[in-house]
Nanobody, 124 residues
């Protein structure tokens, strides 16, 4: 089992920044990829970014490319999502998820473990 806890959410004005963290505990060897997803009210959950632990390969949705950066801190078993130039449309509940060799990092079904989420609100 892997437990994931997100933190760092909050409220900012458009153009501001936030840094989300996803702390993993438990049998972390059972997963090698961490993804971030978000869900706005009334909308489906969508993929935001992903990173393969160790190798460090990163992937981003087009909507956040160039503004968001996903990084890993292996010593702390933490994956962070640095979000810059935030827009009101980035407002959502953000979730981190962990999986083992996901065939498609963009798909929710590829991840076995999920956190409870952290709220991000961007005002115009």
């Amino acid at each position: 089992q892997v437990q994931l806890v997100e933190s760092g959410g909050g409220s900012v004005q458009a153009g501001g920044s936030l840094r989300l963290s996803c702390a993993a505990s438990g049998y972390t060897d059972s997963s090698n990829c961490v993804g971030w997803f978000r869900q706005a009210p009334g909308k489906e959950r969508e993929w935001v970014a992903a990173i393969f632990i160790g190798g460090g390969s990163t992937y981003y949705a087009d909507s956040v490319k160039g503004r968001f950066t996903i990084t890993q801190d292996n010593a702390k078993n933490t994956v962070s999502l640095q979000m810059n130039s935030l827009k009101p449309e980035d407002t959502a509940m953000y979730y981190c998820a962990a999986g083992l060799n996901p065939p498609d990092v963009r798909r929710q079904w590829a991840y076995r473990y999920w956190g409870q989420g952290t709220q991000v609100t961007v005002s115009s």
